[in-house]
């Protein structure tokens, strides 16, 4: 069986009330897709990144009482966990698809990133799509496009970076929920590979 890309019905899973129901509906529905997909796409970004890249699908395990309202695949050059490392992750909140590179709270890599995104500022304010976009809070759908990012912008998230213990920063693309490309499976996956190609210098800017 190959992906087949993500459906509205996928989109709905989060519409589903209570966390019993809403897992249930998650499990039957988007987390084979995400299975599927991060074994499809582990080759990929182990060659793109020159190291062995391991998928882990998000189990939302320690949720007792508030549905989630995101899930996602990670990769990262670990088996044991991608959270502690910086990683890629392809997810999908009720909205939109994400497709992003992140560095989380859990991180230690925070500060080398933040050092390195200011040294090379004025490289990555060019290299990135307008449309690509930022974050500092992985459970938050809001965001900045990177067209609006001014370097005042990056310096306080780098600063913040530095500083909270609980900063965290996320880049790349989203595409809204209905657009024609997310049920088209050989087609998503080439907008995700060249998604994490044009983030890879950031991947490399956290080491």
Same mark, same amino acid.
Request: glycine share 6%.
């Given at each position: 069986?190959? !992906? +087949?890309?993500?459906?509205? %019905?996928? !989109? &709905? ?10 897992? +249930?509906?998650? #499990?039957?529905?988007?987390?084979? %897709?995400? +299975?599927?997909? /991060? ?11 020159? &190291? +062995? ?11 007792? #009482? ?5 899930? $996602?695949?990670? $990769?990262?050059?670990? %088996?044991?966990? =991608? ?20 560095? #989380? =709270?859990?991180? *230690?890599?925070?500060?080398? !990133?933040?050092?390195?995104? &200011?040294?090379?500022? *004025? %490289? ?7 449309? !690509? =976009? ?7 759908? /809001? ?6 990012? *001014? *370097? ?22 989203? #595409?809204?929920? /209905? ?23 950031? =991947?490399?800017?956290?080491?």
């Amino acid at each position: 069986m190959s !992906f +087949e890309g993500f459906n509205t %019905k996928d !989109f &709905e899973v989060f519409n589903v009330p209570g966390l019993a129901p809403r897992m +249930e509906a998650l #499990i039957a529905n988007v987390r084979p %897709k995400l +299975e599927m997909l /991060g074994s499809d796409l582990a080759p990929f970004l182990s060659a793109l990144c020159g &190291e +062995e890249m391991f998928p882990h699908v998000a189990k939302h395990a320690r949720r007792t #009482i508030n549905p989630p309202n995101d899930t $996602w695949v990670a $990769w990262a050059a670990s %088996k044991r966990g =991608y959270k502690a490392l910086p990683h890629f992750q392809v997810g999908m909140f009720e909205s939109h698809l994400f497709i992003i590179f992140a560095v #989380i =709270y859990e991180s *230690s890599n925070k500060a080398i !990133f933040a050092k390195h995104l &200011e040294k090379n500022l *004025s %490289k990555v304010k060019k290299s990135l799509p307008d449309d !690509f =976009y930022w974050s500092m809070d992985h459970m938050d759908p /809001g965001f900045t496009p990177h067209g609006d990012m *001014s *370097s005042k912008d990056f310096t306080q998230m780098a600063e913040k970076l530095e500083r909270v213990k609980k900063s965290e920063v996320l880049c790349g693309l989203r #595409i809204p929920k /209905g657009e024609a490309v997310l049920d088209q499976g050989p087609e998503l996956i080439s907008v995700i590979q060249s998604t994490f190609e044009k983030l890879l210098p950031l =991947y490399k800017m956290a080491f």
